[in-house]
């Protein structure tokens, strides 16, 4: 699958971030906590070479909570720093800055050495579309001019943003491409909404989800729609449908108003919290891109 990311646009976002690496020192990675694998790129750390970085695992206000722990874990093992985060509400920089000063600790050991008095870290954001790039930047600013949208591919400009420390934001687009190569991986970003519905067929995409919730989380659907989740796939789908109102005239099932409802209803956090990808199945996950 190659949804808007042909090689030649990969090539341009890769040399774009690496031009603007050059200006700051230290990136920090946005990734959605409900997909901390399919939000990532599959080039990042080619990508980000030798600069210091910091995850920022970002909508934890919509993952488990007992799932985002697993994947600080992960990412703590794997010797990377990470910052739970929730854009929409956290407003200091406070965590994120002192996260970045021990990150960054040869620097402020030099600049001590050296008697310089400048406590200022420059971060750029990095991340694939729809994971809170603009939002993150927008809050900690204060600034409400970056758009702001539940589409990918908005962000476009580019400048200096001061926030309350001594933290130096770049508005970089830093965009780049998910993890696309894999079923699994699209159907995920699609439910989260970083590949846009059209790409895939949306009622196929909520039998999927529904599928997978069943088995994630069947409590989720259960609570929300008052169905029998122990039913066949299509069979609970239908269910909802009725509930919903999702019919033709003759009886006939709306599968297309059904998926929107589903699908809408876990984007604005009416399924509850739901984390789509486990930290315990990341071998497994991996496997699966290596082998493709
Ligand atoms: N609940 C919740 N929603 C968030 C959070 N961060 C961002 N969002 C929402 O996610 C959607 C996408 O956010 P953006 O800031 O536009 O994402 P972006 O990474 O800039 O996307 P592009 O510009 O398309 O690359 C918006 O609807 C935001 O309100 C968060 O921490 N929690
Ligand atoms: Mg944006």
């Known amino acids: ?58 909508k934890v206000d919509m993952a488990n909570p007992l799932e985002t722990k697993k994947w600080v ?4 093992d794997k010797g990377i720093k990470v910052v739970e985060y929730n854009s929409t509400k956290d407003r200091s920089t406070k965590k994120i800055y002192n996260e970045a000063k021990n990150i960054l600790k040869d620097l402020f050991d030099r600049r001590s050495e050296k008697n310089i008095d400048n406590k200022t870290i420059k971060m750029m954001v990095v991340g694939i579309p729809n994971v809170g790039k603009s939002t993150f930047i927008n809050n900690l600013s204060n600034r409400k001019g970056a758009k702001v ?16 420390s001594d933290l130096l934001l770049l508005d970089t687009p830093g965009v780049l491409w998910p993890k696309l190569d ?42 929300r729609y008052k169905v029998d989740v122990s039913q066949e796939t299509l069979e609970i789908m239908d269910q909802i449908a009725i509930k919903t109102g999702s019919v033709l005239r003759g009886q006939e099932i709306d599968y297309f108003k ?21 930290a315990d199945d990341i071998e497994m996950m991996i496997d699966k891109s290596i082998k493709k």
Do not use: C
């Open 149 to 164: 949208g539940n589409r990918p591919g908005v962000t476009k400009s580019n400048q200096w943003i001061k926030t309350d």
């Open 73 to 76: 874990q992960y990412f703590n």
């Open 1 to 58: 699958m190659r949804i808007n990311w042909y090689p030649g646009h990969m090539k341009k976002s890769i040399d774009k971030i690496k031009e603007s690496l050059k200006l700051v020192d230290i990136v920090a990675e946005i990734v959605d906590a409900r997909i901390p694998f399919s939000s990532r790129n599959p080039l990042i750390d080619n990508v980000i070479n030798n600069k210091a970085r910091l995850i920022i695992l970002n």
């Open 182 to 223: 894999l079923y699994d991986n699209a159907r995920n970003l699609a439910f989260t909404g970083s590949i846009k519905d059209e790409v895939l067929e949306i009622e196929d995409l909520t039998f999927e989800f529904i599928k997978k919730l069943k088995d994630l989380d069947p409590a989720a659907l259960e609570n």
């Open 258 to 278: 059904v998926s929107n409802i589903i699908l809408d209803d876990f984007r604005k956090l009416r399924l509850g919290r739901i984390t789509l990808e486990s």
